[in-house]
């Protein structure tokens, strides 16, 4: 089976987009998935995202760490598939279907704009905040805790002013080189802190996006680019 795709990255954290409004698919299993991102025998990836037929959306997303395992949420992916689905329907806004909200998406001043909705605070202690995206967070101020293997980690760096350096470990997928969910993660922390909801520049080791809004609707923008096209064999057994 010959499976088209594309390469996208945001800020180094790289994806291959799976097209099922336009072509079929085959299983979604685990060994697909581990197969097709190992960056050796495969094509390479953080993470699998695949466009699917919605009902109350212009496309819903699933999303497959490399690892195999299924994420709920990814910033960066929503944004490079947002800036496919733009250039197909030739709109300048789309929403997309995850499997616990319904988010908007549309070209912005420094790129691929989207609003990502709530984050909820679970837990607070000087050294960690805990923030749920979608999926879960744990913004760490200082290392003095263990970080937990089950949730996806942010590791301030620096900060000076609105402008904040993470290192990424993301559940699923070890170390990459940027976060959408975990940018917006870091900075609501900083909210719940310092008590104010001004925009932030979050610089990952790939880049950087800028988060803004509030706690009730976060909102993620930054650069997007397709890196190359091609056609996958799988082999069906």
Same mark, same amino acid.
Request: with cysteine; aromatic share 6%; proline share 3%.
């Given at each position: 089976?010959?499976?088209?795709?594309?390469?996208?990255?945001?800020?180094?954290?790289?994806?291959?987009?799976?097209?099922?409004?336009?072509?079929?698919?085959?299983?979604?299993?685990?060994?697909?998935?581990?197969?097709?991102?190992?960056?050796?025998?495969?094509?390479?990836?953080?993470? !699998?995202? &695949?466009? #699917?037929?919605?009902? /109350?959306?212009?496309? +819903?997303?699933?999303?497959?760490?490399?690892?195999? $395992?299924?994420?709920?949420?990814?910033?960066?992916?929503?944004?490079?598939?947002?800036?496919? !689905?733009? &250039?197909? #329907?030739?709109?300048? /806004?789309?929403?997309? +279907?995850?499997?616990?909200?319904?988010?908007?998406? $549309?070209?912005?001043?420094?790129?691929?704009?989207?609003?990502?909705?709530?984050?909820?605070?679970?837990?607070?202690?000087?050294?960690?905040?805990?923030?749920?995206?979608?999926?879960?967070?744990?913004?760490?101020?200082?290392?003095?805790?263990?970080?937990?293997?089950?949730?996806?980690?942010?590791?301030?760096?620096?900060?000076?002013?609105?402008?904040?350096?993470?290192?990424?470990?993301?559940?699923?997928?070890?170390?990459?080189?940027?976060?959408?969910?975990?940018?917006?993660?870091?900075?609501?922390?900083?909210?719940?802190?310092?008590?104010?909801?001004?925009?932030?520049?979050?610089?990952?080791?790939?880049?950087?996006?800028?988060?803004?809004?509030?706690?009730?609707?976060?909102?993620?923008?930054?650069?997007?680019?397709?890196?190359?096209?091609?056609?996958?064999?799988?082999?069906?057994?």
């Amino acid at each position: 089976m010959l499976i088209p795709f594309t390469k996208m990255q945001a800020q180094g954290n790289d994806f291959i987009v799976l097209n099922a409004l336009e072509h079929d698919l085959p299983e979604l299993s685990q060994d697909f998935i581990r197969t097709i991102t190992e960056r050796r025998y495969g094509i390479g990836c953080d993470q !699998l995202l &695949a466009l #699917l037929p919605s009902k /109350e959306a212009d496309a +819903a997303m699933r999303i497959f760490n490399n690892d195999g $395992s299924e994420a709920a949420n990814c910033g960066n992916g929503l944004r490079c598939v947002a800036h496919l !689905l733009m &250039a197909e #329907l030739d709109v300048q /806004e789309v929403t997309i +279907a995850l499997a616990d909200r319904v988010v908007s998406a $549309s070209h912005g001043k420094h790129g691929v704009r989207v609003e990502m909705g709530e984050a909820v605070l679970e837990h607070k202690s000087e050294a960690c905040v805990q923030i749920d995206m979608g999926n879960p967070h744990s913004v760490f101020f200082e290392a003095t805790e263990d970080f937990p293997s089950n949730r996806n980690i942010e590791m301030i760096t620096g900060q000076v002013a609105d402008h904040v350096y993470i290192d990424i470990i993301e559940r699923g997928s070890g170390r990459t080189l940027a976060c959408g969910t975990g940018a917006c993660a870091t900075a609501a922390a900083i909210w719940s802190v310092e008590k104010h909801h001004r925009p932030q520049t979050i610089e990952m080791p790939g880049g950087k996006v800028i988060v803004s809004g509030d706690m009730n609707q976060l909102i993620l923008e930054g650069s997007v680019s397709i890196t190359f096209t091609g056609h996958y064999y799988w082999e069906i057994h």
